[in-house]
């Protein structure tokens, strides 16, 4: 059985023309004009471009004494329904848990996904079983990442010592680690000051997390990645200060990779101050959204490259849940969601403003993730080989979004009253269609779990240049090599 989109204009990270594309078993068989096959998709007026990837969700997370409410099933049908036709969620070791352990359950509760996924591996404490068992997580399982949680004191939070060990182990390993950059101490002592104050709202989040706490952490990891000699990935980045110490890094050579959100970019802090308690506790998450400046910093970065994808961080909470922090901000579980609406956001005031390209827009959302988690070109591509993740995006579709009408399985939507234009007419998960205009039509269990492979180039780089620049002694006539 085979299927031939028709008639749409293709466009990539890099090039916009007119063609067909054929597709058969799951994959790009044929990219030309007038391809004929069995089932035909009409593209007249669209523009055929990779699905989205979001390398940053937690479906069914274990957080803050309860589970984020989207699941793999709901999770997933809410990304295709935007666009998003793969998601990487992160596997979180409890403290002292088998990282295989942490692997079981998520392979569980992932068979209900209804398009591909992928993992990240959490370093949530360290000693040398963690050590050991980091190998096969690579090697046999297909994970490349090891996220860290610089923040949630008592909770998630790793300290320097344990990073640069689990850094370097990533360097031997050719895996790149993944930072949460905040300073979990400072925020943990400015959140007992708010409270004792009496400052216990939803605004006292934000206080206790201003920028420095963000770029402070963002430098550090910076520098312990150097010199455990690794590339870095700094998720949510979300004002002026850590992208600043991403583009510091960058200019000097340093491979260090910035994933600013969704949120971020559309939502700002007078979201807390709002005097209903519910709407600003739906939009805790760390780190909090900033002002004006914050944001034009980040637009910024993905327009000259010094930021390098745009992700959600879904991690969706009722209304229900939040309130568990009612007369305490610090016990509201953080996060939000942003799946379903991040394509048509980006696509509405990113591509229709002028603030980027047809083609930024792909880099963005699916090929510079695919190239960074090392997936390319079976992900984030038009070419034939590719795996048929695509969308037949069509610019005239418009909606207002709104929480009556989301997939997701939470009671509000922070970006709700919105307006997007700008919707995908086809989602194509591996060649099957799973959104036709609003009509969703998923399987659960069709997605399949994607091993991503050790990074081969970049990890050689960084070790060859360190091996060549390591200390060594300098040989002088007369004085014997070992002092005798
Ligand atoms: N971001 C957030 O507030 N919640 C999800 C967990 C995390 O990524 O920090
Ligand atoms: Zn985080
Ligand atoms: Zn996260």
């Not at 659960?444 to 990074?455: A, N």
């Amino acid at each position: 059985m085979s299927t031939v989109i028709k008639g749409g204009t293709i466009v990539t990270a890099d090039l916009t023309y007119k063609s067909d594309v054929k597709i058969e078993d799951g994959k790009i068989v044929a990219i030309g004009p007038d391809l004929s096959g069995d089932e035909t998709l009409d593209a007249t007026g669209c523009f055929v471009m990779p699905g989205g990837i979001d390398p940053h969700v937690h479906l069914q997370m274990p957080f803050m004494g309860t589970y984020s409410s989207d699941d793999f099933a709901s999770g997933t049908r809410a990304a295709v329904a935007g666009g998003t036709t793969m998601v990487v969620d992160f596997c979180l070791p409890d403290p002292g848990q088998s990282l295989f352990d942490a692997i079981k359950r998520w392979d569980n509760k992932s068979t209900s996904a209804a398009c591909d996924y992928s993992f990240h591996m959490a370093i949530t404490w360290w000693d040398k079983q963690v050590f050991d068992e980091m190998e096969a997580v690579v090697k046999e399982h297909g994970i490349n990442t090891f996220k860290h949680f610089m923040a949630y004191k008592g909770a998630l939070m790793v300290n320097d010592d344990e990073m640069f060990a689990s850094f370097q182990r990533c360097a031997e390993l050719g895996a790149m680690p993944l930072v949460h950059a905040e300073n979990g101490d400072v925020v943990a002592s400015m959140q007992a000051k708010l409270m004792a104050e009496g400052n216990n709202g939803p605004e006292g989040h934000a206080y206790s997390r201003p920028p420095e706490v963000e770029g402070e952490a963002t430098n550090r990891a910076i520098m312990i990645a150097d010199m455990a000699g690794v590339p870095l990935y700094v998720v949510h980045t979300s004002c002026e200060q850590s992208h600043e110490a991403i583009r510091r890094a960058k200019q000097k050579g340093m491979r260090v990779y910035g994933e600013p959100l969704i949120q971020h970019l559309m939502l700002d802090e007078s979201e807390y101050f709002d005097k209903d308690w519910d709407h600003s506790a739906r939009r805790v998450m760390s780190p909090p959204f900033r002002n004006k400046q914050h944001q034009d910093s980040l637009w910024a970065g993905l327009q000259s490259g010094t930021l390098s994808c745009v992700a959600t961080d879904h991690c969706a909470f009722t209304t229900e849940q939040k309130r568990y922090g009612v007369n305490d901000f610090t016990k509201i579980p953080n996060g939000t969601g942003g799946l379903e609406d991040r394509l048509p956001l980006l696509w509405t005031y990113g591509v229709t403003t002028g603030r980027l390209t047809m083609n930024e827009f792909v880099a963005v959302t699916s090929t510079n993730i695919a190239k960074i988690l090392n997936m390319y070109p079976k992900k984030g591509a038009v070419l034939v080989g590719a795996d048929a993740d695509l969308i037949v995006w069509d610019p005239t579709l418009e909606k207002t979004i709104t929480a009556d009408t989301q997939v997701s399985a939470i009671d509000y939507n922070v970006f709700e009253g919105k307006h997007v234009k700008g919707l995908p007419r086809f989602t194509l998960s591996r060649g099957k269609v799973v959104l036709e205009e609003s009509t969703l039509k998923t399987e659960e269990g069709h997605g399949k779990y994607v091993k991503r492979e050790p990074y081969p180039a970049v990890n050689k780089a960084l070790s060859t240049w360190k091996d060549l620049v390591a200390p060594r002694r300098i040989e002088r006539a007369g004085i014997p090599p070992s002092g005798v």
